[in-house]
């Protein structure tokens, strides 16, 4: 009989072994499927962080009124159109290096458009896949105005707006002009219940580049970040707080023409 218990405990003691060994086979080959997991996560992850060009970036959706909306964008490209009216070619005579006079602070641009940049153009620097870049002179160097083209939440395309008004004081004058304030509702008397076009990245980028001529003043409402960002102004779109961004067209005529951007999200 202790023959027989001695072979049995021998057999189950074998059989234990064996579990062991393939437990120990099956947490192995579970860490090394963990690590591929962790490591195409990360290399994910990398590729779609972006990189600031007019400042932090903002997210389109948190409030469905001012939002925080998306701006700065990647300074990355696929560029949508390489030429978006070849045969004009407004980004022909942009800039490769920059001004830093913004600082940062609400304003208003008054300047000289230099170039006009489509989404992801390779051809200029700093191309941004998803805003029009509108290149800026003053007096302190030529600077960007990045304006978006497309959302990247919810409903991607952008609402654009044209409407005549004056310009508010003071007058245009070159230079930047930081302190100022604008809301489309109660300066203009805009409001997001009628008036305006949706219009995909392609369609939009398309209106800037045809309505914003090169050589021509120009008065910018946008925000900027200062310091290593002073080249540079972005949300030039509705943001609430009295720091609505617009484009303003013949600023110095009787009744310019005002470029209005917002966000399928925003009620105002």
């Known amino acids: 009989?202790?023959?027989?218990?001695?072979?049995?405990?021998?057999?189950?003691?074998?059989?234990?072994?064996?579990?062991?060994?393939?437990?120990?086979?099956?947490?192995?080959?579970y860490m090394r499927a963990l690590l591929v997991v962790v490591v195409v996560a990360s290399s994910a992850c990398s590729g779609v962080v972006p990189s600031s060009d007019a400042g932090p970036e903002d997210d389109a959706g948190a409030s469905v009124d001012?939002?925080?909306?998306?701006?700065?964008?990647?300074?990355?490209?696929?560029?949508?159109?390489?030429?978006?009216?070849?045969?004009?070619?407004?980004?022909?005579?942009?800039?490769?290096?920059?001004g830093a006079v913004l600082t940062n602070a609400f304003g208003r641009?008054?300047?000289?458009?230099?170039?006009?940049?489509?989404?992801?153009?390779?051809?200029?620097?700093?191309?941004?896949?998803d805003h029009v870049v509108v290149q800026v002179s003053f007096d302190g160097g030529v600077h960007r105005m990045v304006i978006n083209v497309e959302s990247s939440f919810g409903d991607p395309r952008i609402r654009l707006r044209e409407?005549?008004?004056?310009l508010p004081?003071?007058?245009?004058?070159?230079?930047?002009?930081?302190?100022l304030a604008l809301d489309y509702p109660t300066q203009l008397g805009v409001h997001s219940d009628g008036g305006w076009e949706a219009l995909a990245l392609q369609q939009a980028a398309q209106r800037v580049y045809e309505l914003v001529e090169v050589g021509a003043p120009i008065a910018v409402y946008a925000t900027s970040s200062g310091g290593s960002f002073a080249a540079s102004a972005h949300k030039i779109h509705r943001n609430?707080?009295?720091?609505?961004?617009?484009?303003?067209?013949?600023?110095?005529?009787?009744?310019?023409?005002?470029?209005?951007?917002?966000?399928?999200?925003q009620s105002f």
């Open 240 to 265: 609430g707080s009295n720091t609505d961004g617009a484009l303003v067209l013949n600023p110095t005529s009787a009744a310019p023409t005002w470029v209005l951007f917002h966000f399928a999200n």
């Open 1 to 29: 009989m202790a023959v027989l218990l001695t072979g049995a405990s021998r057999v189950a003691d074998r059989t234990v072994r064996r579990v062991d060994l393939v437990r120990a086979a099956c947490e192995a080959l």
């Open 109 to 129: 641009i008054d300047g000289t458009v230099v170039a006009v940049v489509p989404p992801g153009d390779p051809g200029c620097a700093l191309p941004n896949s």
């Open 66 to 98: 001012a939002g925080t909306l998306v701006d700065a964008g990647s300074s990355d490209a696929g560029t949508v159109d390489g030429g978006l009216d070849a045969g004009v070619r407004k980004q022909a005579a942009c800039a490769s290096t920059f």
């Open 169 to 179: 004081s003071p007058a245009f004058a070159l230079g930047w002009h930081p302190g």
């Open 163 to 166: 409407v005549t008004a004056p």
